[in-house]
């Protein structure tokens, strides 16, 4: 459940793309808040100490500036590829369950030498996926320009390393330190408002102003996603519960990466350039269904 829903997270964006992405982080942060006071029905409001608080805190800062690049991501690249470069994001969380968190603690040679194959087919997956941006000067419709493209799939993978670095937060406090989710994730909420509101402030355009002129439909897009990213977080943290970050991510990820690739290709047609279509679609397929098999051989070894 949490891979379709974070999959599916940035359909709003699709419908407000004018709105700068320093802007919309803020509108979204605002809704993650909105979810985590709700998200406290589901997961408890038992206490959390000040210590694994202002980490929790801190976790939501982190995350909002890799949400911030996703969104970059997003608004250049398309869903499609940007969702299968965030793939990287369970090779990392992989590495941080293990190194940082003992997770499978009963890992064997030979499953270590199962898991390095997977992350190179990871890795393979998203090379293939990285070369399918339309070529310089095509002619029809086409996603967007190679430039841009690529600018947004370094986004994309630069978001990455937060997210994990986030997950491994995370995931410490509940599952090493024993803080109970609800308040976790009340703690993470303003830490997201703070850091979005810091993020807009520093972007280049200084996107406060921007955030205070758009239309409120803009506005309401942007919540939407945040509180669909809190639904996305309830049944996460679930899931990281029973499994950790090391098992649980790639799971979550290889579904999302399915999920928002539909929704890019199918829906948003992102796809389109008549000249290079059957190649880029055939390299797309080739390196998503490689990373997927990877991240598929992480979750069941």
């Given at each position: 459940m949490a891979g379709l829903l974070f999959g599916s997270q940035f359909i709003p964006s699709?419908?407000?793309?004018?709105?700068?992405?320093?802007?919309?982080?803020?509108?979204?942060?605002?809704?993650?808040?909105?979810g985590s006071v709700l998200s406290l029905l589901f997961l408890g409001v038992s206490?959390?100490?000040?210590?694994?608080?202002?980490?929790?805190?801190?976790?939501?800062?982190?995350?909002?500036?890799?949400?911030?690049?996703?969104?970059?991501?997003?608004?250049?690249?398309?869903?499609?590829?940007s969702f299968t470069v965030i793939n990287f994001t369970a090779v990392f969380s992989f590495v941080g369950g293990v190194a940082f968190l003992g997770e499978l603690p009963e890992a064997t040679p030979f499953r270590l030498a199962l898991m390095a194959g997977a992350v190179c087919l990871v890795l393979t997956g998203a090379f293939l996926v990285t070369g399918t941006r339309p070529r310089e000067?095509?002619?029809?419709?086409?996603?967007?320009?190679?430039?841009?493209?690529?600018?947004?799939?370094?986004a994309a993978f630069v978001a990455t390393i937060f997210f994990s670095v986030y997950n491994v937060i995370i995931s410490f406090i509940i599952n090493k330190a024993g803080a109970s989710a609800g308040p976790t994730f009340i703690s993470i909420a303003p830490g997201a408002v703070l850091g979005a509101v810091l993020v807009a402030f520093l972007a280049q355009n200084n996107d406060i102003g921007e955030w205070k002129t758009a239309p409120v439909k803009w506005h309401l897009l942007a919540l939407s996603q945040g509180l669909i990213w809190a639904t996305a977080m309830v049944c996460i943290m679930f899931g990281w519960m029973g499994t950790g970050i090391a098992m649980g991510t790639p799971v979550q990820v290889g579904t999302q990466t399915l999920v928002s690739s539909l929704w890019g290709i199918l829906m948003f047609g992102e796809f389109r350039d008549p000249e290079n279509r059957g190649a880029a679609v055939s390299r797309f397929v080739a390196g998503a269904v490689l990373t997927v098999l990877g991240i598929a051989v992480m979750a069941l070894i």
């Open positions: 699709k419908y407000c793309t004018l709105f700068r992405s320093g802007a919309y982080n803020i509108s979204m942060a605002l809704g993650i808040s909105l206490g959390i100490t000040p210590p694994l608080s202002a980490l929790a805190f801190a976790g939501g800062m982190i995350w909002v500036v890799g949400n911030y690049l996703l969104v970059q991501a997003v608004s250049k690249a398309g869903m499609a590829r000067g095509a002619t029809g419709e086409r996603l967007r320009g190679g430039e841009a493209v690529t600018k947004g799939l370094v």
